[in-house]
C-alpha cells in the first residue's frame, strides 16, 4: 500500500518576503507614536520595566494598525486616463456619466432656477448636506444622498453668502443689513446686528468662531458658543468680497481691491500678512488643505500660485477666475464666465495644468464652485441656478467616521457637537505655523549695549573692584606697594573683558568700511554719498 501523499507548502521567495517587510515596516513607522523611550538613562529598575512593557504596547498596536490597513482604507482614488492622442480634458461630461455605476450616474445634474439667481453654496465637512443662497433670498437645504429637499423658504431680501456652522442643524446668511442664523426648520435663531452688511462668511469649526468682512472692510469675529464678539478690525483696504479660510492653520485670508492679500487672526489688530499678488483687484483666492499653497486671482488676467512657506510665486498661468477651490486631493477648480476648468499637479512640484474641463450654456455666469468632501462631485452655483459634475479623482475615497461621517445617526451626531466643543480650541491658537504650539520658545538675544551704558558698567565694574577687601599677609608681603600692585591689577582684570569687546565692535566697523570703499561695483564718483558709519 502506497503511503498518502502529503500536500507541500509553496513558500514564496525571499524577495517577495523582503519586500512585504520592507512595506511592513515603512507602515509601522507611520503608526508609530514618535521614537521610543530612552530606557537606559533610567535607573529605576520597576520605572523602566513600566516602560519597556509600554513601548512593547506601542509597538505590537502600530503593527496590527499596519497589517490592517489594506483592510481600514480599502479604496484609492481614480483620475481619467486618455488613450494615445487623446486629452483628458476633451472628455465629456455625457460620457463620464454614461460609464460610471447607477448611483455615481445620479450625482451630476442640472436644477435651473432662473428667477432667484446668482447662486451661491456651502457643503458640511462630511459632504452630505448643501445650502443653496440665491441673490434674491431663496434659500435652501438639501439632503445630497437621497435628493430630498429638507427645507426651502424665501427671505424676502438680497442673500449675498451662506455657511454652515458645526452641522447641518444650523446654518448663517448674509443678507442686506446683517446676517442672520436659521436652523434646520427655517426658523431665525439670531440676527447679528453688530456685523453689518456682510459681503462673505466662513466659519472655523474648530474654534466655533464665525468671520465676516462687510461692505466698510471690516472684519469681524464672534463666538457661537458663548455668542460674544471676540474680535473686530478695520481692514484699512476699503470694501473687500474675496474671503477664503486656511483650514491648515484657521488663519482668514482676504483679496482686497488693491491687489493686496492679507491674512489675520483674531488676537492681532494688524494682519499677521500683507502681500502683494497682483497689479489688479483680487477677484477669487483659494487656500490647498495642505496649508502651503495659495493660489489667487486677479482681473489683470493672471492666476497665481503661492508657496505660503517663503511667500513667493511658484507658477503664474494667464486666464480670469471667478471663484477658486482646491478639492481634498488638490485639484483645483477654476470658474469663470459659462466655463469651468480643472487643473491637477501631474508631476508633484505643484505645476498645474489643465485635466478637465465643462462648458456649459452660453449666458451663465459662474458664481462659486465648491467639491463635495469624500465624493468625486463639483458643484457650481452660477446665475441660471445650480449644476453638478463629476470629477473622478477631487474626493478623499476613505473617511475617517471619528472625523467627519457622511452616515452618522441622530446619536452619532449628538455625540461629536459634544466632543467638539469640549474639544474647542481658543482663540489663542491661531497662528501662521501651528506646529510652533507646545514648543519652549528660544531665550532673547542679549542686546547690544550702548557705548554710554558700556562705559557705565566698566566703571561700576572698577569701582567695585577698588573698594575689594585685601587679605592680610605674613610679614613682608603686605607692603603698601604691594598691596596697591594688586589693587592695579584687579582693575585691569576687570577692565580687560570691555576692553576686548570695545576692540572686536572697532575692527568689525573698520572692515566694514572697507568694503563699502572697495566695492568694484561703485564707481568713484558716487562713493562719497555712501553714509558714514560711526
Not at 203 to 226: C, E, P, V, W
Request: with cysteine; proline share 4%.
Amino acid at each position: 500500500m502506497e503511503d498518502d501523499k502529503k500536500p507541500q507548502l509553496i513558500s514564496p521567495p525571499a524577495a517577495a518576503k523582503k519586500d512585504a517587510l520592507d512595506e511592513l515596516d515603512s507602515k509601522v513607522k507611520k503608526y508609530l507614536r514618535g521614537s521610543g523611550a530612552d530606557l537606559e538613562g533610567v535607573k529605576d529598575k520597576k520605572l523602566r520595566g513600566q516602560l519597556a512593557v509600554r513601548e512593547d504596547l506601542y509597538g505590537e498596536s502600530a503593527k496590527a494598525a499596519a497589517k490592517t490597513e489594506k483592510w481600514l482604507m480599502p479604496s484609492e482614488e481614480g483620475y481619467l486616463e486618455a488613450e494615445g492622442l487623446e486629452k483628458t480634458w476633451q472628455i465629456k461630461q455625457e460620457s463620464i456619466v454614461q460609464e460610471v455605476d447607477i448611483l455615481s450616474s445620479r450625482k451630476a445634474f442640472d436644477m435651473i432656477l432662473p428667477d432667484l439667481g446668482p447662486y451661491t453654496l456651502d457643503y458640511t465637512s462630511n459632504g452630505r448636506y448643501m445650502a443653496v443662497a440665491g441673490r434674491k433670498g431663496h434659500l435652501a437645504i438639501i439632503d445630497m444622498y437621497s435628493m430630498y429637499l429638507i427645507k426651502e423658504m424665501q427671505v424676502r431680501e438680497t442673500v449675498r453668502d451662506v455657511t454652515f456652522l458645526h452641522n447641518e442643524l444650523i446654518f448663517a446668511a448674509a443678507q442686506k443689513k446683517y446676517p442672520c442664523i436659521y436652523n434646520r426648520d427655517g426658523v431665525e435663531l439670531h440676527s447679528l446686528k453688530e456685523h453689518g452688511a456682510t459681503l462673505k462668511l466662513q466659519f472655523l469649526r474648530n474654534h466655533f468662531l464665525l468671520a465676516s468682512i462687510n461692505k466698510f472692510g471690516q472684519l469681524h469675529y464672534q463666538d457661537m458658543t458663548m455668542g460674544e464678539m471676540v474680535a473686530n478690525y478695520r481692514t484699512g483696504l476699503g470694501r473687500c468680497d474675496v474671503m477664503q479660510v486656511n483650514r491648515w492653520n484657521a488663519v482668514v485670508g482676504l483679496g482686497h481691491s488693491c491687489g493686496k492679500v492679507t491674512m489675520w487672526k483674531p488676537t492681532s489688530s494688524a494682519p499677521l500678512v500683507k502681500m502683494l499678488c497682483h497689479h489688479g483687484a483680487i477677484t477669487a483666492m483659494a487656500f490647498h488643505p495642505g496649508g502651503h499653497l495659495m493660489a489667487t486671482a486677479g482681473q489683470e488676467r493672471r492666476i497665481k500660485l503661492w508657496d505660503l512657506r517663503k511667500f513667493e510665486v511658484l507658477h503664474t498661468y494667464t486666464g480670469n477666475a471667478k471663484s477658486l477651490e482646491f478639492s481634498q486631493k488638490g485639484l483645483l477648480a477654476v470658474g469663470n464666465g459659462s466655463s469651468v476648468q480643472i487643473w491637477r499637479d501631474q508631476s508633484g512640484d505643484h505645476k498645474y495644468s489643465r485635466y478637465m474641463s465643462h462648458s456649459m450654456v452660453k449666458g451663465y455666469q459662474v458664481q462659486k464652485v465648491a467639491f463635495r468632501a469624500y465624493e468625486d462631485v463639483l458643484s457650481i452655483g452660477h446665475s441660471m441656478g445650480l449644476s453638478s459634475i463629476l470629477v473622478p479623482g477631487s474626493g478623499e475615497p476613505n473617511f475617517d467616521s471619528w472625523v467627519a461621517n457622511p452616515f452618522e445617526t441622530g446619536r452619532q451626531r449628538r455625540e461629536k457637537e459634544v466632543h467638539s466643543l469640549l474639544d474647542k480650541l481658543p482663540p489663542e491658537t491661531i497662528m501662521l505655523d501651528p506646529t510652533s504650539i507646545g514648543n519652549v520658545r528660544p531665550e532673547k538675544k542679549k542686546e547690544r549695549l550702548t557705548k554710554k551704558e558700556s562705559e557705565a558698567e566698566m566703571q561700576a565694574a572698577i569701582t567695585a573692584a577698588k573698594s575689594a577687601p585685601l587679605k592680610n599677609k605674613t610679614k613682608g608681603r603686605n607692603k603698601p606697594s604691594k598691596r596697591e600692585k594688586k589693587k592695579h591689577e584687579g582693575i585691569a582684570r576687570v577692565k580687560r573683558p570691555f576692553l576686548d569687546q570695545q576692540l572686536k565692535e572697532e575692527q568689525q566697523l573698520l572692515k566694514k568700511k572697507q568694503r563699502i570703499s572697495d566695492d568694484p561695483q561703485l564707481p568713484k564718483s558716487l562713493r562719497k554719498f555712501i553714509p558714514k558709519l560711526e
